[in-house]
């Protein structure tokens, strides 16, 4: 019999005694190995659930009745023994029925700690429509990119990423159930409004994903209508800015309280209709297969790409000259190519439009030598939202580019991201070119083989600048040490832009 007082006390223990005097490594290695181990414990507790489950069906079965009276049986039996509602139980039941009988690979992924709990619900959310005759090569396919990463010193995929790499597997095996599912969400768009607490309410929805991406940009837009004297956060006036949506208003009124308000000025350059991107090959847009990538949400299968494009300028984007610029922001061809390798945010696991980031200056450029600086090149820049930006300059985390990019977090763990674009992950391959599509105007790329060549322009500058990154890195760590009690940068404030 197993007796879980003693298992509580030993692991409480354990953790106790490793946690006294642990250093920062050690506390985050330790961290790790707990995360591995309750994944561990939590596949143990999905396939107990799963057996108990089969053994209730059986006996239904057996009594002449229905199975989903044996679901009903065993929501209630784990509602009580586990302190939990309905819907959380059935949850529960579904996951470990699909970990027994459809995703083997991953419940044993799981059952060794390298699956957690959230990345195995997403790997069966994007794959609950998937036949039984596909499952197994897109469970396959899919594990590759998860789960090959970190063995190489990389990270594994989680979120948006993760969700992205099933659809686009999922979109090139089976693109008729892809579309028959999104055609059946789209039938099933709705928008609600229910009641909160504190006299609020709670907005929820599921409408079309290019929709989606208009309604956040104008919501963005709105928010940036006001001058930069107004106290309000930017979530606030998101929301306010819904409200001028509702009201007919072209902006949301400043709350500044100054005669001399900037904001007339600044209503004049965002009232416009918003911008959205989607990127794709140009076989996608002659008809072919391939998925495409709508920037901010992610992958979306070829029919329904042909169809945003079918209402939206459509323009090829160009690859970015050879030649090194002197000037510090990058011209619109760099900034277009830049935006579409990265898909988004290239932090870990971040999830911002490619859009809305910073193009950020791997080797900083130096504005009073700007041709000895670090040059305005595809191989010098990288795409990180305004948060990560900043965290990227406080100096707790370090970041080198040498042959791709790596994050070295404070303790010293390495970690290297990788781009969720559509070329981003196709780096590799070779095939036609790509176009974007917007709603206004377009956005996209030009040859995946060109990504594969600006690789090598990539390995290329660095070499080149990687000498001059070594002198800097030198002169900074000879200066620390005739300075050893001189304080790291601090963080910039989380409502101001980073001094780049």
Not at 243 to 272: K, N, P, W
Not at 335 to 351: F, I, N, Q, S, Y
Not at 390 to 400: A, D, E, I, P, Y
Not at 449 to 469: F, G, H, K, S
């Amino acid at each position: 019999m197993f007796d879980s007082g003693v298992f509580d006390r030993g692991i409480r223990e354990t953790v106790c005694c490793l946690v006294d005097g642990e250093s920062d490594v050690g506390l985050v290695e330790l961290m790790t190995d707990l995360h591995r181990s309750e994944s561990v414990v939590a596949e143990r507790k999905l396939a107990v659930i799963a057996e108990l489950f089969v053994r209730r069906t059986a006996e239904v079965e057996s009594d002449g009745a229905w199975t989903s009276t044996a679901h009903e049986v065993v929501e209630a039996e784990i509602g009580a023994a586990l302190t939990m509602g309905r819907a959380a139980a059935g949850r529960l039941i579904g996951l470990g029925m699909s970990l027994r009988t459809r995703l083997h690979t991953t419940r044993e992924a799981m059952a060794r700690g390298d699956l957690d709990m959230y990345r195995v619900r997403l790997i069966e959310d994007a794959t609950a429509n998937v036949g039984d005759d596909q499952i197994g090569e897109v469970e396959h396919q899919l594990l590759e990119q998860v789960l090959a990463l970190p063995r190489s010193g990389g990270t594994g995929l989680t979120g948006r990423r993760l969700t992205n790499a099933a659809n686009r597997i999922i979109a090139r095996l089976d693109p008729a159930g892809v579309r028959a599912k999104r055609e059946k969400a789209q039938a099933d768009r709705f928008v609600g409004v229910g009641a909160a607490e504190g006299g609020m309410c709670r907005i929820l929805g599921s409408i079309p994903a290019a929709q989606g991406r208009a309604f956040d940009a104008r919501l963005r837009e709105l928010a940036n209508t006001v001058c930069p004297k107004d106290l309000r956060t930017y979530e606030q006036r998101r929301a306010d800015g819904l409200s001028a949506l509702i009201d007919g208003a072209g902006f949301v009124r400043c709350e500044c309280g100054r005669v001399d308000c900037g904001q007339r000025s600044r209503i004049a350059t965002t009232a416009r209709k918003p911008l959205v991107h989607l990127i794709m090959l140009d076989a996608t847009l002659a008809g072919g297969d391939e998925p495409a990538y709508l920037d901010g949400y992610g992958i979306v299968d070829a029919a329904h790409a042909r169809e945003i494009a079918a209402d939206a300028d459509v323009e090829p984007v160009r690859t970015p000259s050879s030649v090194v610029p002197t000037t510090y922001r990058p011209g619109t061809v760099l900034d277009t190519w830049m935006r579409v390798l990265a898909g988004g945010c290239e932090w870990l696991h971040c999830d911002v439009a490619a859009w809305n980031t910073d193009l950020d200056h791997h080797r900083p450029f130096d504005h009073s030598d700007p041709a000895a600086g670090g040059p305005t090149v595809a191989g010098n820049m990288t795409a990180y939202c305004r948060n990560h930006h900043r965290l990227k300059h406080s100096g707790h985390w370090r970041v080198t580019a040498d042959g791709g990019i790596e994050l070295i977090a404070p303790t010293g763990h390495r970690y290297r991201p990788r781009s969720s674009g559509l070329l981003g992950a196709r780096r590799s391959d070779a095939g036609g070119s790509a176009h974007g599509a917007g709603s206004d105007h377009a956005a996209g790329s030009d040859h995946a083989a060109a990504a594969v060549r600006r690789r090598t322009r990539a390995q290329n500058t660095a070499a080149r600048i990687r000498a001059e990154r070594r002198r800097r890195q030198a002169h900074l760590d000879a200066v620390r040490r005739r300075s050893p009690g001189a304080r790291a940068p601090e963080a910039y404030p989380t409502d101001e832009p980073a001094p780049f």
